[in-house]
């Protein structure tokens, strides 16, 4: 079964940046709106932010606005989540997920092929 690839966590320092990447390719993934959700230990998985299939709708969860920034290239078939001034709250397995649609929401029952997740973790 086709599923979106993640890559780019690492470990970096608070105030610092990394940027993730999704590829999410073929005829089960392609013309899809894109999400970011990331889950810490102990806790639910979290709406991070989304993206529509042709990029015009973005939205984002209050707490990483103005931080993170998510785009796409759709001739890459890749999604990207640029994170800036990282702080140790945001330390998180982050997954990209594809939507059921072409618009995005935040909700998370709307997203229905997700990948295997990748670690962030911010040092303080």
């Known amino acids: 079964q086709e599923r979106p690839v993640e890559s780019g966590g690492g470990l970096v320092q608070a105030g610092g940046s990394l940027r993730l990447s999704c590829v999410a390719s073929?005829?089960?993934?392609?013309?899809?709106?894109m999400g970011w959700f990331r889950q810490a230990p102990g806790k639910e998985r979290e709406f991070v932010a989304a993206?529509?299939?042709?990029?015009?709708?973005?939205q984002y969860t209050s707490s990483v606005q103005g931080r993170f920034t998510i785009s796409r290239d759709n001739w890459k078939d890749t999604v990207y989540l640029q994170m800036n001034s990282l702080k140790p709250d945001d330390t998180a397995l982050y997954y990209c997920a594809a939507h059921r649609d072409l618009w995005m929401t935040d909700v998370i029952d709307d997203y229905i092929y997700w990948g295997q997740g990748n670690q962030v973790t911010v040092s303080s």
């Open positions: 993206i529509s299939w042709s990029g015009e709708g973005i």
């Open positions: 073929g005829p089960t993934l392609g013309s899809r709106a």
